[in-house]
């Protein structure tokens, strides 16, 4: 049975949840949106003893992926993810710094785009790719339906969802990602969000006012 860990760091004035995945017995790893505060990041993935083998990232705001590219240089490591429709978000990177006073934000392609079905390994674990597009044109989410969590980026938070006023966000898409891609993946899956604290499928399904009737708003 994989042992799977994860630790939450907190990073860039945002307090995004940059989230380190690994396997407690290779000990091998990824990181996931390296927004900024690359020194906290460094010093998380040195405590925990990690070899970090890839980058994953959710989408392409400033405070999930400013820091991925000089995280990439720093570790020689592969980038994962977003969908290709936040190309735009993350090739303008180091402009959207200058106006958040990030001013060490950089733009970024990833090595490898991401889309529906796709999968994600970090060592043995494997991550199905859900693109669940709203908040951002290329949202993606992932999920292990063996150890029955997910990273779910801005797309769902415990109580809220994500903001659609920004560049490509789309507020019909962003709530028929999540009631017909998540909400399916069972009340007792657990997910890890971009902001603010954790939660699980079902009590979002539940007491999420946002998820609440029928239709789709
Ligand atoms: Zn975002
Ligand atoms: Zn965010």
Redesign the pocket.
Known sequence: MTEVRAAIIPVTP?Q?NCTLLWNDQTKKGAVIDP?GDLDRIRQAIAEMGITVEKIILTHG?I??AGGAAQLKEDLGVPIEGPHEADRFLLDRLAETGQGYGIGDARAVTPDRWLNEGDTVTIGDLALDVLHCPGHSPGSVVFVSPTQRFAIV??VLFQGSV?RTDLPGGDGKALIRSIKEKLLPLGDDVAFIC??GPTSTIGQERQTNPFLQGEGLI
Do not use: K, M, P
């Open positions: 945002f995004q927004g705001h405070d999930h980026g801005d994500g971009g902001h």
